[in-house]
């Protein structure tokens, strides 16, 4: 099956807000006149991208698609991100002029997934809710890691310190243990064996931050 999202380079819980701008800045970025790689190449994938715009910007549809999709499964980084937010790069350095601070929330949420970073970004930009800057970030930050790494917070700081340091695999392998074995499990079960298995001192920082 393939993976709508992916395609456009949006998260699976991404609002109508974030698919319309995706599906809009790849679809000029394929478009004849922009491109100037191979054509055979930029019809492919503005047919997947028509393909998967279609059904996610649909809700009926994209309910659909997404009772046959695995939830909670925890995934790499779409291709297309920084090509995403390249495209939007001009509006936000101009809005961080006036509110210097965005820079800095964004690059936080860009430790965690630049997926969570062009969300973020698009929806600032479409609801002009500047006010709430900081507090949209913590939101969209929150519900990204609990929905891949369960609630208990020294797993949380495990996870944030794991896709810091860019160790997707083995925050992929904390989601698929988390998934497994829940989050009411003792969090020392899991971490200790992650720091064993891919060399890591982690568990200790993240069990302090916690206490």
């Known amino acids: 099956m393939k993976d709508y999202y992916r395609i456009l380079g949006v998260m699976e819980d991404a609002e109508d807000v974030v698919i319309q701008a995706a599906n809009k800045a790849l679809a000029q970025r394929?478009?004849?006149d922009q491109w100037t790689g191979d054509r055979v190449e930029a019809n492919r994938r503005m047919a997947e991208i028509?393909?998967?715009h279609a059904v996610l910007s649909d809700p009926i549809k994209r309910k659909e698609y997404d009772s046959t999709r695995e939830k909670g499964a925890y995934q790499e980084e779409p291709d297309e991100t920084d090509e995403l937010l390249?495209?939007?790069e001009k509006d936000w350095?101009?809005?961080a002029?006036?509110?210097p601070d965005l820079k800095s929330i964004a690059q936080q949420l860009a430790r965690t997934s630049k997926s969570l970073e062009f969300e973020y970004k698009i929806i600032l930009l479409d609801t002009k809710s500047f006010n709430e800057r900081a507090a949209l970030a913590s939101k969209l930050e929150a519900n990204y890691l609990s929905k891949y790494f369960g609630t208990n917070e020294t797993v949380i700081a495990y996870a944030k310190q794991l896709l810091a340091a860019g160790r997707r695999n083995a925050a992929k392998e904390l989601n698929v243990a988390v998934g497994l074995l829940g989050s009411s499990v003792d969090p020392s079960v899991i971490l200790k064996r992650l720091d064993e298995k891919f060399g890591l001192?982690?568990?200790e920082d993240a069990s302090k931050?916690?206490?």
């Open 30 to 32: 394929y478009h004849p």
């Open 50 to 52: 028509n393909e998967a």
């Open 86 to 88: 390249a495209t939007i």
């Open 93 to 95: 350095n101009k809005a």
């Open 97 to 99: 002029e006036y509110l």
């Open 201 to 203: 001192s982690l568990y």
């Open 209 to 211: 931050k916690n206490r």
